[in-house]
């Protein structure tokens, strides 16, 4: 058995089959349960999930030692972990990666930009792919067609009011993006962006030789009028690319008379604005405004992007783009050359997810959570950073932080990460500038954990704050 173990980790296999095939007392349904619980919850890779079964599984073989894993991976695995020298790790005889997993699931994660696993309708989805593969299982289990699946295609257009023609569903709304860029910029051409943005539209651009435009955001979103006296200065940018609700870093919302704004610039300067609007159904404070899209009169002048991994899960993999006929029907070309067709097993399911109304369930869930998390999160700055200043957002993901005006963020986020809080620096949102700032994810994290994790980034800007006066 270990002779075959060292062999597939050479290869770099996974183990988990291997170890069911090879040990079926341990039960091979429990293994993929612990699995993927690892996966999820401690972010390993999965060849390090792999490694760690072996140590764990495969010389002890206690089912109920594994089923305690699953029931609380963090504190058992930890637990065990610690044990290390009791527990058969020489196996794969490196300690020190276990040491570092432990490490690592003692972290609390303000970086990442995705919801924890309490506030996915898990049933609900559970259910929705036994109806979608009931009711279509020639639809959800075949190639399809590049467009996406039909009946989702209708459900978005229709929510939207377009016609079907106008819509194509991808594998996330990252490749909706990947599309669009694709398709309608090369080298030299001018891309407008906000300042600062998400960090993978500005390596995307990047990557496609744009010359990136950085317009200022304020906290009404991008300033228009810097804009303006750039397109009058001589900019001729071919696309703006605008995340109107909860920005994706900065947490702030595009005013109604600033979007009426970019259209009247974009008609008047002949740009298209690239609507980029994931995070629009996560609003838990305010008025719902109006989609650049709804307002667009002429239907020219806005490409819409959004997507189902803040409603459904990211997961799935599912977004989409809307706009006109022609630039949709190239960009359905584009994903025939590259996928064929996008998943139809995630798209049939989250057609059944949105018929059925699931979707606005799991969204009050989501947007329930992200309240408390969002509350949470003002209170501890407030209290344990009452030196910080940002703007509150009325929903979404993120929270912007400037910490006092000469911080430099990087020494706090390395001491931040050795007391077990990780966030992402201003600085990578943004071609320059952003050194006193951090972005703040509060999707993932339980209100308690939040503060906890605040109250350790304030101590590290403290201390840090201390040694230079
Ligand atoms: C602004 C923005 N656009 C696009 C995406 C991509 O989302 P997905 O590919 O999961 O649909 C994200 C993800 O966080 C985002 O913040």
């Not at 429990?30 to 390993?44: A, C, G, P, W």
């Not at 060849?47 to 140590?55: A, I, N, R, S, T």
């Not at 992007?305 to 599912?318: E, H, L, M, N, Y």
């Not at 992200?370 to 501890?380: K, M, S, Y």
């Amino acid at each position: 058995m270990q002779e075959l173990v060292g062999e597939v980790l050479e290869r770099g296999e996974q183990l988990v089959p291997l170890i069911a095939a090879n040990e079926p007392q341990l039960g091979g349904e429990i293994l993929q349960e612990l699995r993927s619980s690892l996966l999820d919850l401690v972010r390993l890779d999965p060849q390090d999930v792999g490694d760690l079964l072996v140590g764990h599984a495969a010389p002890h073989g206690e089912v109920e030692q594994l089923a305690a894993l699953v029931v609380d991976p963090r504190e058992s695995l930890a637990e065990l972990l610690h044990a290390d020298g009791d527990h058969g790790w020489s196996l794969t005889g490196d300690t020190g990666r276990y040491r570092d997993a432990v490490a690592e699931l003692k972290n609390i994660s303000l970086a990442r930009g995705a919801p924890s696993l309490d506030i996915i309708a898990v049933d609900e989805l559970r259910a929705a792919a036994d109806r979608a593969f009931e009711r279509d299982p020639a639809g959800a289990f075949s190639y399809g067609t590049s467009a996406g699946y039909p009946r989702l295609l209708a459900w978005i257009a229709a929510k939207h009011g377009v016609a079907p023609e106008q819509v194509v569903a991808t594998n996330g709304s990252m490749q909706a993006d990947a599309f669009l860029f694709q398709q309608l910029v090369g080298p030299g051409d001018v891309v407008a962006v906000e300042a600062p943005t998400y960090d993978r539209t500005l390596l995307a651009l990047r990557k496609l030789g744009a010359e990136i435009l950085a317009i200022p955001l304020e906290p009404d979103g991008i300033d228009v009028e810097a804009l303006s006296r750039a397109l009058a200065g001589g900019a001729r940018p071919k696309l703006a690319h605008i995340i109107p609700n909860f920005q994706n870093p900065a947490g702030c919302t595009l005013s109604l008379e600033k979007r009426r704004r970019l259209l009247e610039l974009a008609e008047e300067y002949g740009f298209l604005i690239f609507e980029d609007d994931p995070y629009v159904e996560l609003r838990f404070a305010g008025e719902q405004l109006p989609t650049m899209l709804s307002l667009d009169d002429g239907g020219r002048r806005v490409v819409y992007a959004s997507s189902f991994s803040k409603t459904v899960c990211p997961g799935i993999r599912v977004g989409y783009l809307v706009g006109g006929e022609g630039l949709i029907g190239e960009i359905r070309k584009l994903a025939t050359q590259t996928y064929i067709s996008p998943s139809m097993v995630s798209q049939a399911i989250v057609a059944e997810f949105c018929e059925s109304g699931a979707i606005e369930r799991s969204i009050e869930t989501v947007k329930k959570a992200l309240r408390g998390r969002r509350d949470a999160t003002c209170a501890a700055l407030q209290e344990e950073l009452p030196e910080a200043s940002f703007v509150v957002p009325e929903g979404g993901y993120f929270l912007w932080v400037d910490l006092p005006e000469g911080t430099d963020v990087e020494p706090v986020e390395a001491a931040s990460r050795q007391r077990g809080v990780t966030f992402v620096k201003g600085a990578d949102f943004l071609l320059e500038g952003g050194e006193n700032s951090l972005r703040i994810a509060y999707s993932g994290v339980a209100p308690d954990l939040i503060r906890e994790a605040v109250a350790r980034v304030a101590s590290a800007w403290r201390e840090l704050a201390g040694a230079a006066a």
